[in-house]
C-alpha cells in the first residue's frame, strides 16, 4: 500500500513535467524514466521497489544486450575498421584525458587509473544520443553501428583495463592497492567482534528484515543485523538493535558475527548471489547452525538447501499455504 501510495504520488509529481518536456522539447520516454527512478532511488521506498521489480531486473538486463546485440551489424567490422578504430580511440582517448586530469588536480595515482578505466566505455545514454542524432538528420546511419561497435568492443576490453590498472598501481605504488590477505586484515581490525551468545543473526533490515528483528525484540531473543545499504544502516543506528555495518558475505563481517556462539541465521536478503555465499560461509563456519533462507524464485530454492540452507521461506509459497488454510477453515 505505502508503496503505491508513493508511486502514485511519484507519477503526479513527475508526469506533468514530463508531458510538458516531451510536448516542448521532445524529451524521450527513456529520460522520463531516467528521472523517476533517480527521484524514488532517493525515497525511503527505494529499498521495497528494488526488491518488487526484482524478477524483472535480470530479464530487463538480457534484453538490453540481446536488443544492442541485435541492432549492430558485424559487417561494420570488416568495411568501417579504419572508422571503428577511430572511434574505439576516441573513447580511449577520453579515459586517458579522465586521468591527466584527476593527477593534475592532485589526487593519487590510484583513484586516477581507477577512473580512467571506469570510463574507458560507452554508457547507454550514448544510444539514445544516437537515435537522436540519426532521427535529426545530423548523424549518418553508419555513425549508430560504429558506436555499437564501440560499445561491445569496450565492453569487452573494461575489464582487462582494471586488472591492468590494479597491476600498474601495485607496482607503481604497493602500498595504495593492499593484496586480499591486508584487506581482510583490516577489515577484522575495523569490525569489533560480537560478545553476544546464543544469539539470533540476523543478515538483511529491509522489508522482511525488519519484521524479524521486531518479532525477536518482542520476544526478548537477542539480536544481531547485519547490513550494508546505507538507508537502512541509518535506520538501525536508531533502532536499538546491535548490529555490523558490512557485507554479510565477507569473511571478516561473519567472523565478527560470532556463528559458532549462534542460535540461528536469518538471510533475508533479496540478492540471489550475496544469499548463496553467505549461506555457504555460515556453513562452513558452524556445521551445526540453522540457516533459514529467503528465495525469490523456485530455481533458488534448490540452490540454497544445496549450499547449506537448513530451510528456505518463499514469500509466493507462504501465502498460498496461508490461504489453502483459511480455505481448509471455510470447509
Same mark, same amino acid.
Given at each position: 500500500?505505502?508503496?503505491?501510495?508513493?508511486?502514485?504520488?511519484?507519477?503526479?509529481?513527475?508526469?506533468?513535467?514530463?508531458?510538458?518536456?516531451?510536448?516542448?522539447?521532445?524529451?524521450?520516454?527513456?529520460?522520463?524514466?531516467?528521472?523517476?527512478?533517480?527521484?524514488?532511488?532517493?525515497?525511503?521506498?527505494?529499498?521495497?521497489?528494488?526488491?518488487?521489480?526484482?524478477?524483472?531486473?535480470?530479464?530487463?538486463? +538480457?534484453?538490453?544486450?540481446?536488443?544492442?546485440?541485435?541492432?549492430?551489424?558485424?559487417?561494420?567490422?570488416?568495411?568501417?575498421?579504419?572508422?571503428?578504430?577511430?572511434?574505439?580511440?576516441?573513447?580511449?582517448?577520453?579515459?586517458?584525458?579522465?586521468?591527466?586530469?584527476?593527477?593534475?588536480?592532485?589526487?593519487?595515482?590510484?583513484?586516477?587509473?581507477?577512473?580512467?578505466?571506469?570510463?574507458?566505455?560507452?554508457?547507454?545514454?550514448?544510444?539514445?544520443?544516437?537515435?537522436?542524432?540519426?532521427?535529426?538528420?545530423?548523424?549518418?546511419?553508419?555513425?549508430?553501428?560504429?558506436?555499437?561497435?564501440?560499445?561491445?568492443?569496450? =565492453?569487452?576490453?573494461?575489464?582487462?583495463?582494471?586488472?591492468?590498472?590494479?597491476?600498474?598501481?601495485?607496482?607503481?605504488?604497493?602500498?595504495? +592497492?593492499?593484496?586480499?590477505?591486508?584487506?581482510?586484515?583490516?577489515?577484522?581490525? +575495523?569490525?569489533?567482534?560480537?560478545?553476544?551468545?546464543?544469539?539470533?543473526?540476523?543478515? &538483511?533490515?529491509?522489508?522482511?528484515?525488519?519484521?524479524?528483528?521486531? &518479532?525477536?525484540?518482542?520476544?526478548?531473543?537477542?539480536?544481531?543485523? =547485519?547490513?550494508?545499504?546505507?538507508?537502512?544502516?541509518?535506520?538501525?543506528?536508531?533502532? &536499538?538493535?546491535?548490529?555490523?555495518? &558490512?557485507?554479510?558475505?565477507?569473511?571478516?563481517?561473519?567472523?565478527?558475527?560470532?556463528?559458532?556462539?549462534?542460535?540461528?541465521?536469518?538471510?533475508?536478503?533479496?540478492?540471489?548471489?550475496?544469499?548463496?555465499?553467505?549461506?555457504?560461509?555460515?556453513?562452513?563456519?558452524?556445521?551445526?547452525?540453522? =540457516?533459514?533462507?529467503?528465495?525469490?524464485?523456485?530455481?533458488?530454492?534448490?540452490?540454497?538447501?544445496?549450499?547449506?540452507?537448513?530451510? +528456505?521461506?518463499?514469500?509466493?509459497?507462504?501465502?498460498?499455504?496461508?490461504?489453502?488454510?483459511?480455505?481448509?477453515?471455510?470447509?
Amino acid at each position: 500500500r505505502d508503496l503505491m501510495l508513493g508511486t502514485s504520488i511519484l507519477t503526479i509529481l513527475v508526469n506533468p513535467f514530463l508531458f510538458t518536456a516531451a510536448e516542448l522539447f521532445g524529451v524521450s520516454i527513456a529520460l522520463g524514466a531516467f528521472f523517476a527512478g533517480m527521484i524514488l532511488s532517493e525515497s525511503p521506498l527505494s529499498q521495497r521497489a528494488a526488491e518488487e521489480s526484482l524478477p524483472l531486473r535480470d530479464a530487463f538486463a +538480457v534484453l538490453f544486450f540481446v536488443s544492442v546485440g541485435m541492432l549492430f551489424n558485424p559487417a561494420v567490422l570488416l568495411h568501417e575498421p579504419v572508422a571503428l578504430a577511430l572511434t574505439v580511440s576516441v573513447v580511449l582517448l577520453s579515459a586517458t584525458a579522465a586521468f591527466i586530469i584527476v593527477r593534475a588536480a592532485g589526487y593519487p595515482l590510484a583513484m586516477a587509473l581507477m577512473l580512467g578505466a571506469g570510463l574507458a566505455q560507452i554508457g547507454e545514454f550514448s544510444f539514445i544520443l544516437a537515435d537522436l542524432g540519426i532521427g535529426l538528420h545530423l548523424l549518418p546511419d553508419l555513425a549508430r553501428d560504429l558506436m555499437l561497435g564501440t560499445s561491445i568492443l569496450t =565492453i569487452l576490453v573494461n575489464p582487462f583495463l582494471f586488472t591492468a590498472a590494479e597491476a600498474l598501481c601495485r607496482r607503481l605504488v604497493p602500498e595504495a +592497492v593492499p593484496t586480499p590477505e591486508e584487506a581482510r586484515a583490516v577489515a577484522q581490525v +575495523v569490525l569489533e567482534p560480537t560478545t553476544l551468545t546464543d544469539h539470533v543473526v540476523l543478515v &538483511g533490515y529491509g522489508r522482511v528484515g525488519t519484521l524479524v528483528a521486531d &518479532g525477536l525484540r518482542k520476544a526478548g531473543i537477542p539480536l544481531l543485523i =547485519i547490513e550494508e545499504a546505507e538507508d537502512a544502516y541509518e535506520r538501525l543506528r536508531n533502532s &536499538g538493535h546491535a548490529f555490523l555495518h &558490512g557485507n554479510a558475505a565477507e569473511d571478516a563481517v561473519l567472523a565478527a558475527a560470532n556463528l559458532p556462539a549462534a542460535r540461528i541465521l536469518f538471510v533475508a536478503i533479496p540478492e540471489a548471489f550475496e544469499a548463496d555465499q553467505i549461506v555457504e560461509q555460515a556453513r562452513r563456519l558452524n556445521a551445526a547452525l540453522p =540457516i533459514v533462507a529467503r528465495p525469490h524464485f523456485d530455481a533458488q530454492v534448490e540452490h540454497l538447501l544445496k549450499h547449506g540452507a537448513t530451510a +528456505v521461506v518463499m514469500g509466493e509459497r507462504e501465502l498460498a499455504h496461508a490461504m489453502l488454510a483459511h480455505a481448509g477453515a471455510a470447509a
